[in-house]
């Protein structure tokens, strides 16, 4: 079956510019996640999505970010206004339920170049 | 505050070694312990959970263990093979802080033929 995927695979961008980046969950995941990994890094927690709501935002680095998901799947982050340091690889997952006790099924991560 | 570290960035074992990878963690109290596997480009790939009450996972030829006491959990892959080579990841989940799964930076394992 598919996977998680995402949109764009690859985004080059000027400062100051917004960007939007997709994810489309797994069908029927109910739980959705965006992590953002810098190169070399581990990978950091944006926010957390159950069903179409957000319970976990703690993660967001800054006003500039936020993420929406409409109909309990597809769901966009938004960044407004990139900053260079907002370059690095944006992932996206998906899990049937729970964060801790489901295994989470990443997407191939939209890579963010901020010029 | 606090912490997940996994062992020394990089780890170099010969083909048909057993690679044994660490992380430990501090100030949390995790009800499940995942490791997940990551190879260049791509997004991580899970490849086992252990929970808090378990001492030992097994699957095919990797083996986690789980010690509450030691606030660790070792990773362990037997008979290693070029194809293993990959970066490892362990990501722990407390019930009691934070509702998401968060990520040690990982270990880089290479695997010489």
């Known amino acids: 079956g598919a996977g998680v995927s995402q949109s764009p695979s690859n985004k080059v961008t000027e400062k100051g510019k917004d960007v939007e980046l997709r994810c489309d969950p797994i069908?029927?995941?109910?739980?959705l996640y965006w992590y953002r990994q810098s190169l070399g890094q581990g990978l950091e927690f944006l926010i957390y999505f159950q069903g179409n709501s957000a319970p976990d935002k703690s993660g967001l680095p800054s006003d500039r970010f936020s993420a929406e998901r409409t109909g309990g799947s597809v769901s966009t982050l938004t960044i407004q206004r990139t900053q260079q340091e907002d370059s690095a690889v944006y992932l996206c997952?998906?899990?049937?339920?729970?964060?801790?006790?489901?295994?989470?099924?990443f997407g191939p991560g939209t890579r963010l170049t901020v010029l | 505050s606090q912490k997940i570290e996994q062992n020394s960035e990089a780890l170099n074992i010969q083909e048909g070694k057993t690679a044994t990878l660490t992380c430990n963690y501090t100030n949390y109290s995790p009800a499940y312990l995942q490791w997940y596997r990551q190879d260049p480009g791509r997004g991580p790939v899970f490849l086992l959970l252990?929970?808090?009450?378990?001492k030992e996972k097994r699957k095919e030829r990797l083996k986690v263990t789980f010690d509450t006491t030691l606030k660790q959990s070792l990773f362990h892959i037997t008979a290693s093979q070029p194809a293993d080579s990959a970066t490892y990841l362990c990501a722990l989940w407390d019930s009691g802080s934070a509702r998401q799964l968060t990520f040690g930076s990982g270990t880089q394992l290479t695997v010489l033929p």
């Open positions: 997952a998906s899990s049937l339920n729970q964060p801790g006790s489901d295994e989470q099924f």
């Open positions: 252990i929970r808090e009450n378990e």
């Open positions: 069908s029927g995941h109910t739980a």
